[in-house]
């Protein structure tokens, strides 16, 4: 144990090795906090998801659901070109929605999968995802991000009141607020659904535009 704590020290006491280490060390929290927001964001959807009976991406495919019959049509017949699998029929999807919906979220993924690979405009898929995600889990960290911005805008009022720079202090005390206004008002459920909406619609307008794009020529 002894030799192993003198090469720990060395190490270090080595120039390069004393930078690193802190390095490695914020990216491990960084990576850390990543992955505790993701696991907080997938909580709140399916917490969202059980609100809204279902993905706006799901819901797009019901035939239970209200919406355009023709769009749904268009948009069923090009997933079923794309991925090569067949969706429910209403007769099976009155007798098991639940089942009906597992199948929908798979041929969501799997057409999303294709899009990805050789789809027209997959960039804007991706972008609008990434805002998804994005939302979902600012969204659920909202209460912990609130308390630090109350913290530090409490810091800031103290600062502030103390400094010799008044001026720096105030315009530092103004972004406080304005980040604490986004958080309490614009973070919401809502927000999250808007987007989940968005991408499904960019979406639904990408896979029928890949599978027609992908039609032999008659």
Request: hydrophobic content about 50%; aromatic content about 6%.
């Amino acid at each position: 144990m002894l030799p192993l704590l003198l090469f720990v020290l060395y190490l270090v006491n080595t120039p390069w090795v004393g930078i690193s280490i802190p390095a490695l060390g914020v990216v491990g929290i960084i990576s850390v906090a990543n992955e505790l927001v993701r696991g907080r964001g997938r909580l709140l959807q399916e917490r969202l998801v059980s609100e809204w009976d279902g993905l706006p991406t799901t819901r797009a495919l019901r035939h239970r659901d209200s919406g355009d019959t023709e769009s749904r049509r268009r948009l069923r017949e090009a997933i079923c070109q794309l991925t090569g699998e067949n969706l429910p029929t209403a007769a099976e999807e009155a007798s098991n929605p639940e089942q009906a919906d597992t199948r929908y979220r798979e041929a969501v993924d799997l057409a999303i999968s294709v899009i990805r690979r050789d789809g027209i405009d997959a960039s804007i898929v991706r972008h609008e995802n990434a805002r998804y995600g994005f939302r979902r889990n600012t969204c659920a960290v909202k209460g912990a991000a609130v308390g630090v911005i109350l913290a530090g805008l409490a810091v800031n009022a103290v600062v502030l009141f103390f400094t010799s720079v008044p001026l720096v202090g105030l315009v530092v005390l103004l972004g406080h607020i304005a980040l604490l206004l986004f958080w309490a008002f614009a973070v919401n459920d809502n927000w999250v659904k808007v987007q989940a909406e968005t991408f499904s619609n960019h979406l639904a307008r990408t896979v029928i535009t890949t599978a027609r794009a992908a039609r032999p020529a008659r």
